[in-house]
């Protein structure tokens, strides 16, 4: 069977200056700096193809935030943007909240809290593996269809739901620390796979030299 990757990519920074916390909410735009990020993935995969690589589909969360970052790389490999709706963000009960402690442990969320292995306050990790597994095996398929053997796609999504994925394909559990996770704003965690298989799961950072002072905000 042919040989696939499927690369996905979270989106870049959001101009957010009240730290809400997001979510699905419509019109949450890049930042200046988001926009530096984007076209510097754009160079990353046009030199790629430049290279020899055989980036053949791209598709994106409906989000704003997302459409915005994969927009500068469908211009530079001419590829048009497929809105994939599953590959958006998780939902979460403190979407459009302050993204702040004092905001969370009020007493009318506490409820939220009952089990953090779901996790309770937003959609299960396990729903968002099974949503994302899905769009990333169509991805491959349509990538293996356009371009054969050794072709690759890219698919724009956000933190939470990629790293579920890569925990899922790596065999870990999907409870985790949300600290801890590796999934820098435009990072690529890429799954590589033989014969329908994930064989290994790659981890990169193309626009590592943007992120010193960039937007933290959880839930993005």
Request: glycine residues 6%.
């Amino acid at each position: 069977m042919p040989q696939a990757t499927v690369h996905l990519l979270r989106h870049g920074e959001v101009y957010n200056p009240d730290g809400i916390l997001y979510g699905r909410l419509p019109e949450f735009h890049l930042s200046e700096r988001g926009r530096e990020m984007a076209k510097m993935l754009a160079d990353h995969f046009a030199a790629r193809v430049a290279q020899g690589a055989n980036i053949v589909h791209l598709g994106s969360s409906p989000l704003t935030r997302a459409q915005e970052t994969a927009l500068p790389t469908s211009e530079a490999l001419d590829l048009p943007i497929h809105t994939e709706p599953r590959i958006i963000e998780a939902e979460n009960h403190f979407e459009g909240l302050k993204a702040n402690i004092s905001e969370f442990i009020k007493p009318k969320h506490w409820f939220e809290y009952r089990n953090p292995l779901r996790p309770s306050w937003g959609e299960s990790y396990q729903d968002q593996v099974t949503r994302m597994r899905a769009a990333v095996e169509d991805a491959r398929l349509k990538a293996i269809e356009l371009g054969g053997d050794g072709a690759e796609a890219i698919l724009v999504s956000h933190q939470l739901p990629i790293y579920a994925t890569r925990l899922s394909a790596e065999g870990r559990p999907l409870w985790h620390d949300p600290r801890r996770r590796e999934c820098t704003l435009t990072s690529l965690t890429s799954l590589v796979f033989d014969d329908g298989k994930v064989v290994r799961v790659e981890y990169s950072e193309p626009a590592a030299v943007l992120l010193p002072g960039a937007a933290k905000t959880p839930g993005a």
